[in-house]
């Protein structure tokens, strides 16, 4: 004799965002000038090498863990002298669903397609640093 079992288990996923009232923010005029003009400053205190003040731009999260070491490889890596310009902005979702703000800039005197060198900015909800990636391109070897 088999008994069957009688009982089901059901399970309803809801998109809790949607529920809350919450959306993703846009990316308007006014915020983009905002988050360039704490880069602005940032940069600057960087180019002074003003490391503790250089911290304050940065997020709760990451501030206690950068050490004096990275900040001073971060200003080894990027030009001060040369003028930026973004080329690139987006909402980017944490696992824990918070939302980043991600910048590109791009040094303005580089005129090729593909830039060789970027510096990839990401703010969290508070406009706090949570992320800074310079990146430069590896250039094809010519033989």
Do not use: C
């Not at 003040?53 to 501030?63: F, P, Q, R």
């Amino acid at each position: 004799m088999t008994i069957n079992p009688v009982h089901r288990i059901r399970v309803y996923i809801r998109n809790k965002t949607k529920e809350e009232g919450k959306s993703v923010p846009k990316l308007d005029e006014k915020k983009l000038s905002e988050l360039g003009n704490i880069k602005n400053e940032f940069f600057k205190t960087l180019e002074s090498k003003d490391l503790s003040k250089s911290k304050e731009y940065l997020a709760d999260i990451i501030k206690e863990t950068v050490t004096d070491e990275q900040l001073n490889m971060l200003i080894a890596t990027i030009d001060f002298e040369r003028e930026t310009e973004l080329i690139d902005s987006g909402i980017q979702m944490g696992f824990d669903g918070s939302m980043f703000t991600v910048l590109q800039y791009k040094y303005s005197d580089d005129s090729s397609s593909t830039p060789n060198e970027m510096i990839k900015l990401i703010f969290d909800e508070k406009d706090k640093l949570v992320g800074i990636l310079p990146e430069k391109l590896n250039e094809k070897v010519k033989e």
